[in-house]
């Protein structure tokens, strides 16, 4: 059993940045490839970003491109999410996720799930 705990939302204006973690309980973290998703009120969690067990990165959503950045720490149990250049479309619920695959780019991938933390971002 892995536990999740995400960390680091909160309110930003436009252009601001914000780093998000994801710290895991047990030790098995580095066993686990890791991703980021995010839901928007009245739409559907969707990917933004993937790390495998190695640290390869999976090509992030398109939107995020080039603003985020997905890293984790096996040694602290933790993945992090930095993100720059922040929009209002960026909006969201942000969760993590582990899994036993190569990636995690499908919620479908996720075994484990954190709660969520709230990232707002105002125009």
């Known amino acids: 059993q892995v536990q999740l705990v995400e960390s680091g939302g909160g309110l930003v204006q436009a252009g601001g940045s914000l780093r998000l973690s994801c710290t895991a309980s047990g030790r098995t973290f580095s066993s686990y490839a890791m991703g980021w998703f995010r839901q928007a009120p009245g739409k559907e969690r969707e990917f933004v970003a993937s790390?495998?067990?190695?640290?390869?990165?999976?090509p992030y959503k398109d939107s995020v491109k080039g603003r985020f950045v997905i890293s984790r720490d096996n040694a602290k149990n933790t993945v992090y999410l930095q993100m720059n250049s922040l929009k209002p479309e960026d909006t969201a619920v942000y969760y993590c996720a582990a899994g036993p695959g190569i990636a995690v780019v499908k919620t479908t991938d996720g075994t484990y799930w954190g709660q969520g933390t709230q990232v707002t971002v105002s125009s």
């Open positions: 790390i495998s067990r190695g640290g390869s990165v999976i």
